[in-house]
């Protein structure tokens, strides 16, 4: 697809849009020559060099010999030496934090998308208050960012477990005992600078983070899991997000079970759950004692497991009737159990699987210290790279002639 293509009549804004496509081409592909870049964006050579110009001056990309570059075999590039382009991976970066119910984590990304720093403590969540809470995020998020470096954050992403709208307004996190909440504006308040801001359910971050990091979108439909306390999930249709109607769509841990213990999956087979049931047998065992017990086929422990496969089967199924996966990621911490017992899964699914629905492929990504976080920050990088960025606005506004950094 051309990726420079938008309907507008405005020079500003064709500029702008080629400016956009220029960096989203430079981060899919890497280093490109001038006139790669232009026929990737559909541009003349000169046109191409001129945008590519601009975004110099603003300091989001650089020239840089073509001898520096190999190609796929290992191989200098083919044909005579020149000048590629790159992005500036250091020219801004990006914060995502993911307020959970035991940790807090936070991913730092650069231009270029990549992790640069990340760090995970421990947090009490539940019935917490949300103005501390952001407040200790913020302070986690920005502990090692000093004031000189500041000025190049350009967007913090926030996640929770919890029911919210597109616009950040949190309906109900249970979880963390919050309702009727504005997380963009009590993030906005606690902020020490204007940074742009974007907030997102927990699940749906952990599907984005993963789709970004892909070198392709996945075709079809799929359905991330993140498993924790709560049960949380994302529905990426063809690389995309699907929100629903209201932005609840992939909620998953609010199934009703067969069981009567349990009115949903989410207290079925969450963290809590399980250890309060593990605990039974070893008062003082955490997850990773019974993960551990589960390998070493502790008989305690590998019934609680049997128990939670069929219930995470159960789950499969109910999702694979109402949407059709082709396939499922799960992560999250007790997403690790899946590895464990996935041929005791299977053999669930496919007894209560009805022949006509087809089984999806399901995937334990291992990214679970981070990946909601991670998708935080990407959501900010993404919309960095979008016209929605007002540095490429800016100049509507103001009228100047060049981009801003």
């Known amino acids: 697809m051309n990726q420079a293509t938008f309907a507008s009549s405005s020079p500003r804004r064709i500029r702008q849009s080629n400016a956009v496509a220029t960096l989203n081409a430079l981060h899919h592909f890497g280093p490109l020559s001038r006139a790669e870049l232009a026929r990737h ?13 601009e975004l110099v001056e ?5 020239e840089v010999p073509e001898s520096d570059f190999t190609n796929s075999a290992g191989q200098p590039r083919a044909g005579r030496p020149g000048i590629l382009v790159e992005i500036v991976p250091e ?22 998308g990549k992790i640069i720093r990340s760090a995970t403590n421990r947090f009490e969540g539940h019935n917490s208050d949300p103005e501390e809470a952001v407040r200790v995020a913020i302070d986690q998020a920005f502990s090692e960012v000093g004031k000189e470096r ?13 029911q919210m709208d597109q616009n950040g307004f949190i309906h109900v996190a249970p979880i963390l005992g919050w309702r009727n909440l504005d997380l963009t504006a009590l993030t906005r308040s606690v902020l020490p600078a204007e940074i ?13 983070g993963i789709t970004y990091s892909q070198p392709e979108a996945a075709n079809g439909v799929t359905f991330f899991m993140v498993i924790e306390t709560g049960v949380g999930g994302g529905i990426v249709i063809d690389g995309k997000l699907f929100r629903g ?26 963290r ?49 009737r109402l949407i059709d996966p082709n396939r499922i990621v799960v992560g999250g911490s007790v997403a ?17 699987q009805a022949e006509t629905f087809p089984i999806p492929e399901i995937v334990f990504h291992e990214s679970a210290a981070y990946g909601s976080a991670f998708g935080a920050a990407c959501i900010m990088h993404q919309r960095f790279m979008s016209l929605d960025n007002q540095m490429f606005n800016r100049d509507a506004v103001s009228g100047a002639d060049t981009f801003e950094a």
Not at 91 to 112: D, K, P, R, S, Y
Not at 336 to 352: G, K, Q, S, T, W
């Open 336 to 352: 690790e159990l899946y590895p464990l017992v996935a041929a005791r899964v299977d053999a669930h699914i496919r007894n209560l």
């Open 150 to 162: 500041l000025t190049r954050c350009q967007g913090l992403g926030i996640t929770v477990p919890g």
């Open 41 to 53: 964006m559909g541009v003349n050579r000169s046109s191409a060099g001129n945008i590519v110009l």
């Open 91 to 112: 020219a801004v970066f990006f914060i995502g934090v993911e307020i959970g119910v035991e940790h807090m984590t936070c991913v730092e990304i650069n231009l270029a």
């Open 196 to 208: 742009p801001i974007g907030a997102e359910n927990d699940g749906n971050a952990f599907g984005i």
């Open 58 to 62: 603003a300091g989001l990309v650089r």
């Open 272 to 320: 809590d759950r399980i250890l309060s049931s593990y605990r039974q047998f070893n008062p003082q065992a955490d997850l990773d004692a019974f993960l551990g017990d589960v390998r070493d086929r502790v008989p305690q422990a590998v019934q609680l497991a049997e128990e939670w496969a069929t219930l995470f089967a159960f789950a499969v199924v109910q999702i694979s």
């Open 245 to 270: 109607g209201n932005g609840l769509a992939g909620e998953v841990g609010h199934l009703k079970t067969r069981n009567p213990t349990y009115r949903n999956l989410e207290q079925a087979f969450g």
